[in-house]
């Protein structure tokens, strides 16, 4: 495992309706799920950059995605960017999730809201 890694998913409440059947089907290279009680994760193909921080990840993600983002804000309610960040607890002396400014404006005028999901990991054997 290196020290830190991220994964962009897009969370929408609301009820499961004909749109988020034609959202999937228009992406078919997103894994999008309904959940049991209503509502729908879409993840989008995985973007890789050079240096791993949250600041880059974030922003080539959203970005990319912007027109998406859009398709998908008129479905439910509730929206969310959820970045699951693994990191090696062990090794990890500092761990920043600052965002670019302008990067919060795009997210926020898109109508969502961003939310980290820290997994630590501590794969070491201490002896």
């Not at 992406?27 to 600041?55: F, H, I, Y």
């Not at 501590?122 to 002896?127: A, K, L, V, Y």
Request: aromatic share 8%; net charge negative; with cysteine.
């Amino acid at each position: 495992m290196s020290a830190i890694g991220f994964e962009f998913d897009i969370l929408i409440k609301g009820e499961r309706t004909q749109a988020f059947d034609v959202f999937t089907a228009a992406n078919p290279d997103w894994k999008c799920r309904c959940g049991k009680s209503g509502g729908m994760l879409a993840e989008p193909p995985q973007l890789t950059v050079d240096q791993p921080d949250a600041c880059a990840f974030v922003a080539l993600h959203v970005d990319a995605y912007a027109t998406q983002l859009s398709a998908l804000r008129v479905l439910g309610h509730g929206h969310g960017v959820r970045i699951a960040v693994h990191f090696d607890s062990a090794t990890m002396t500092a761990l920043s999730l600052g965002l670019k400014p302008s990067t919060m404006a795009l997210v926020s005028a898109l109508g969502y809201q961003v939310e980290f999901c820290l997994y630590p990991s501590t794969e070491h054997d201490d002896d």
